[in-house]
């Protein structure tokens, strides 16, 4: 449905991890021809440091030339954990919503995401309900709670009780405070430690250390988010113009001023697992509507491809293309005149379509599985209109399921011994090269 026209795959090739391979100090052969580049690209390797298999990318080569990452960082366990602790411990990461703590005493944590499959099969039939208040999100092993404290404060702790590491919290909703379901050790929102059971006869122990620990939380625009790094920024009330500037760079003003900003109705969160790398489906996005016309020809019909183009930033990429508004009668005005995807590094991506303005926010469960969460929101003038709305979201799930075949497609061909790399269209794919870059710098680090 949804001008998620960046969000199907795009085939892009990798190596294989095969067996016993000699690693290839450059797999970006400036002057190798294309037979020569996979012949040493599937060459055996012995080592399998992850910080071996970062340098089998080279972002120096030109995107003309250049040959996209091996399929090692698409399959190996190690490179997967190298990745959790490079790219997502740092620097700022969307979590979730403004809409879901809006009230003080209001929470919500990282949690069960087979808990989140069953609530949203009881959303899926009701489009319009609001009181979506049981979210649940997850960033790698780090279990999360964020809160609004009594005085309105947003609050973020890492969900883990500080006597024996039971989880603290689970769903969302709204508490005064925070009571561990294992010993009854209580904490207030503020984080500190109000009551902790049976210590009579304990030494030496001072409650004023056994509060939560903090993480660094602040918003932009409807958007919660977090920041893992533990040297940072102090632990204050964070300003979400310096957020901006983390976050966003350059481009944080022309997102703001094409419609992405808190003005939008929140209608409703849809969730999908992909048998797939995480990064497999951010080059699906990123492909500059290079599969559009081939695996979406429903929503193909909407788009003026010739109007197509990418602009990148500094760590933000933003693809615009002219929707052909009332050609199609199918379209009912869905897609409008115009569309911005936007690919905030390293894994959300904001689309403003006509009423509509979606986020996906990938997250990665393991080498060869992502859940992907899809939260939806519609201009106010529309929030009623209950066969628009329903009608967008199939179409929307339409183009999810075309996804979710060609993403789980690709990362099967990515086991194959007779893939190794592949290559950019240049005129296409420069924000899929633009994110390559970026994952190597922060891998490099």
Known sequence: MHMQMALTMQLTPFIPKLGRQRHSHNLNFHHKTASTSIIACCSVRNSSEAEVLVSEFNPKIPIEEAVTPPTSWYTDPSFFQLELHRIFYRGWQAVGSTEQIRDPNSFFTGRSIIKLCTLLTFFSSKFLRTNWRIIYCRLGDVEFVVCRDESGKLQAFHNVCRHHASLLASGSGHKSCFVCPYHGWTYGLSGALLKATRISGMR???????????????????????????????????????????????????????????????????????????????????????????????????????????TIFERVSIQSCEGSSGESKDNYDRLGRKAIYAFIYPNFMINRYGPWMDTNLVLPLGPNKCQVVFDYYLEHSLKHDKDFIELSLQDSEKVQIEDIVLCEGVQKGLQSPAYCVGRYAPKVEQAMHHFHCLLYENLKK
Do not use: Q
């Not at 632990?235 to 350059?250: F, Q, R």
């Not at 697992?273 to 081939?294: Q, R, S």
């Open 204 to 310: 030496n122990f001072n409650v004023k250390d056994f509060g939560l620990i903090p993480i660094k939380v602040s918003t932009w625009g409807p958007f919660i988010l977090l920041n893992l790094e533990k040297e940072s920024l102090p632990l204050m009330e964070i300003d979400s113009t310096y957020v901006a500037k983390e976050w966003l760079g350059s481009c944080s003003e022309i997102l703001s001023t094409n419609g992405i900003d808190s003005s939008l109705n929140y209608v409703c969160r849809r969730e999908y697992t992909i048998d797939c790398n995480w990064k497999v489906f951010c080059d699906n996005y990123l492909d500059g509507g290079y599969h559009v016309p081939y695996a979406h020809k429903g929503l193909a019909s909407g788009l003026k491809f010739d109007s197509y183009s990418t």
